[in-house]
Structures are given as structure tokens and as C-alpha cells.
């Protein structure tokens, strides 16, 4: 298969180490550096095995934590007689800072979005039926890029080893699970990825549907929520891409 995919959706290292110590509920003053670095190293590859755009950012990050890695392998002896500080410690700070500036900037769209309904008109207030509780609206989470590759190698990892293994005639293409996809949202309004998955039979097309996933999302046909942090991956029609018909009409005026 010969596809690379270019993404603007994609976060930096920093994103993807934060990632990956609250996915574990990890201690941030206290990261257990040899499991963090290998998973981080497992999504790496998973990165490009799907021939995705890695920039050198990522690789940078990966030689930093197999260093720090290396350093804490050290006696506690020799580790003290060469430095007083952890050597986690440079690495810990950057992401506190990191984290502080992203929910900043995350309050910060949290209040653009506010002020974009405050002139709108207000909804008609409609009498309460007895007996009947106001609809809540239900609160959701958008998923990371990083969300999508973990529900991605999980999905590989169910695959049993005769089918991983088996030689199957490439028959998907990207182009073609992008159609089967947006049809299938045509007549349900939401999608579990791992539905998705599940519905696979070799490891190539579970390639195929993850990246017509990610074409999608840059498309912004789509978009990637979940109930809560971690949870399983729901799949849903972009509204703010879908032209109403009177709006296609005057798009495309019928040919007199």
C-alpha cells in the first residue's frame, strides 16, 4: 500500500507525553521513564507504519527520553556523583508549563465560544410539561489524534495471529472506506470506531479504514468524540460541513 497522509490535526511530542500519563493515571513528578519511553517508541511506529507525517520533533523527543532513560539505569552512586538533579526533572517541568499553557488556551476557547451566543436570538421558552424532565445536554470530548492511534493498535492486537499473518490480496483503498463510511453515517447518525474495526477481516483493512479515518478528519467531514477521556471512539457527520439542500440548489442551479 503506497499512501501518505498529511495532517494539520496533528499535536507535538509534549501532547503526546501528556497523553500517555493520563491514559495510565501516571504520576507526573514521578514517571516511570522505561514504560513511558516504550510506549511512546510503540506509537512512533505506529506513525510510520501508516506513513504519516512525523516531524523531527517527535524523533528529538524519542532520543531525549532514551537518554534519560540510560541515566536512570545508572547505580544511584555513580547517578549522584555525576548530577544532583532527576534527570526527569527538566522533562517534568516542561510538561507542567505545557500543561498550564494548553488549559489556558483551552479556557480561552471555552470563552470565544461563549461570546459567539450572545447575540443570538434567544430560544422561545416553551411551558414545562408535569412530569417531564428537561433534555440535559449530554457533554462530550473530542479525540486526539493520539486517541485514534490507541484505538488503532488496539484494534491490531485483536486481530488473531492466523488472520494478522495471512497473506490477503489488497482489495481496500482509502477512497473506497471514505465512501463506505460516509454512506454508512447516512443511515445511522453515529459510528463506534470500534465497530469499525471489528467488522475487519486482515490486518490491511483496518489500515485502510483507520487512514480513510484520519482523510476524513482532515477533510472535516467527520468528527471524533467520546463520553469521556479514554472511552471508546464515536464517529459523527460534521454538521457545520453539510450543505442543506436549498443551499445546494443555489450551489448547483438545475440547467435550464
Not at 499535536?11 to 511512546?40: C, S
Not at 549522584?80 to 488556551?105: N, T, W
Not at 450572545?118 to 424532565?133: H, W
Request: charged share 30%; proline share 4%; hydrophobic share 45%.
Amino acid at each position: 500500500m503506497n499512501y501518505k497522509i498529511r495532517l494539520d490535526m496533528f499535536e507535538g511530542p509534549l501532547d503526546l507525553l501528556l497523553y500517555l500519563v493520563k491514559k495510565d493515571h501516571l504520576n507526573i513528578y514521578d514517571i516511570p521513564i522505561a514504560k513511558v519511553t516504550q510506549q511512546y517508541l510503540e506509537y512512533i511506529n505506529f506513525m510510520q507504519l501508516l506513513d504519516l507525517n512525523i516531524v523531527g520533533e517527535f524523533l528529538v523527543m524519542a532520543a531525549t527520553l532514551m537518554q534519560i532513560k540510560s541515566k536512570m539505569l545508572l547505580p544511584a552512586e555513580e547517578l549522584a556523583a555525576q548530577e544532583e538533579e532527576d534527570p526527569r526533572a527538566e522533562l517534568v517541568k516542561k510538561l507542567l508549563e505545557y500543561e498550564k499553557f494548553k488549559q489556558i488556551a483551552e479556557n480561552l476557547k471555552e470563552r470565544e465560544t461563549s461570546q459567539q451566543e450572545v447575540f443570538k436570538r434567544p430560544k422561545t421558552d416553551l411551558p414545562q410539561m408535569a412530569g417531564v424532565e428537561e433534555d440535559k445536554e449530554e457533554v462530550y470530548f473530542e479525540a486526539s489524534i493520539f486517541d485514534l492511534i490507541n484505538a488503532f493498535s488496539r484494534a491490531l492486537k485483536d486481530v488473531p495471529r492466523d488472520v494478522f499473518y495471512e497473506v490477503v490480496k489488497d482489495q481496500f483503498t482509502v477512497e473506497q472506506k471514505v465512501h463506505d463510511i460516509l454512506h454508512s453515517l447516512l443511515i445511522q447518525s453515529e459510528i463506534k470506531l470500534s465497530q469499525l474495526f471489528a467488522k475487519s477481516k486482515s490486518k490491511m483493512e483496518i489500515i485502510v479504514i483507520f487512514l480513510a479515518i484520519l482523510e476524513l478528519a482532515k477533510m472535516k467531514e467527520i468528527v471524533a468524540r467520546q463520553g469521556a477521556e479514554f472511552e471508546d471512539i464515536i464517529i459523527l457527520r460534521n454538521k457545520e460541513n453539510i450543505i442543506p439542500y436549498e443551499r445546494r440548489d443555489q450551489a448547483h442551479p438545475a440547467e435550464s
